[in-house]
């Protein structure tokens, strides 16, 4: 392990690359004995994700809580339609299994054709089918403060190497304990990058018309609507609007293309 600092030329005017973590990238070692070098090179990018900042991941592992705090599944589905844009896999964590069954938060994920997973961090159950899912993949872990994510971490890394932190009992929230993203060697082959709890997401990253596409379980019913260029939201004839008043498509996730739709549509294109 070398620590670097980025060359200048990536600080001149008109570059826009900043090193990332997961970057492959090529150094110069300054000082051997104290593993100390520069970075001369970034090598171009499979993916690359804005928040958390991350680049060249398999997959990304997002944890949601069945309680305290209760899931917030627009939050989750951010990170969703983020992935599916940088054609990342995603894989549903669902933890906190010993408070609240995982049933109803995991069958809105599978329904819409995600790889789900089921863990308890408090009493260590169902570790072994996670690891299986992260081995000799780069995965990056996600998720709002509170889930369970570091408990979840240290797990996996057999080793207390990231804080836990405690849900507010007042307002149900968590504090956030993870900083910054990191690079860890998983025990088997592959990596992890644990990154900060999320809060934000940049809407104007997106288009409107982009949105409809990155909820996959929306794809059987594109084109199928009554009107040329529906909105989803509101249109008479709407397949998508018919699909969730049936059941078809979950409420949740519906209402997260509303609200996700709704912010990008009042970004102006200069804005982007």
């Known amino acids: 392990m070398y620590e670097c600092r980025a060359r200048g030329i990536f600080r001149n005017e008109g570059s826009k690359i900043t090193p990332i973590v997961g970057d492959n990238a090529d150094i110069t070692v300054l000082d051997e004995s104290g593993k100390i070098g520069v970075i001369d090179n970034i090598h171009p990018r499979r993916n690359m994700l804005t928040r958390p900042p991350v680049a060249n991941v398999s997959q990304i592992a997002i944890v949601i809580s069945t309680a305290n705090p209760a899931p917030n599944f627009l939050l989750v589905d951010k990170l969703t339609i983020a992935a599916e844009r940088e054609e990342i896999d995603v894989l549903i964590c669902v933890n906190k299994t010993d408070i609240k069954a995982a049933d109803s938060v995991a069958e809105i994920y599978k329904a819409a054709g995600f790889s789900v997973v089921s863990v308890c961090a408090a009493e260590g159950l169902n570790f072994d089918s996670l690891g299986e ?102 249109d008479r004839g709407c397949a998508i609007v018919a699909a969730v008043e049936a059941g078809e498509i979950p409420q949740s996730r519906y209402s997260s293309y509303v609200s996700i739709f709704e912010t990008a549509k009042n970004v102006k294109d200069w804005e982007r």
Do not use: Q
């Open 133 to 234: 899912m992260l081995s000799g993949k780069i995965t990056v872990f996600a998720g709002n403060s509170g889930v369970g994510k570091s408990s979840i971490l240290n797990i996996l890394l057999g080793e207390n190497v990231m804080e836990v932190g405690e849900v507010s009992g007042k307002i149900h929230r968590g504090k956030h304990t993870t900083r910054h993203s990191e690079l860890l060697r998983l025990k088997s082959d592959g990596y992890i990058i644990d990154t900060p709890g999320f809060s934000a997401f940049d809407a104007n990253e997106i288009r409107a018309d982009e949105v409809e596409h990155l909820f996959r379980e929306f794809e059987p019913y594109i084109g199928e609507c009554k009107f040329t260029g529906c909105s989803h939201i509101g």
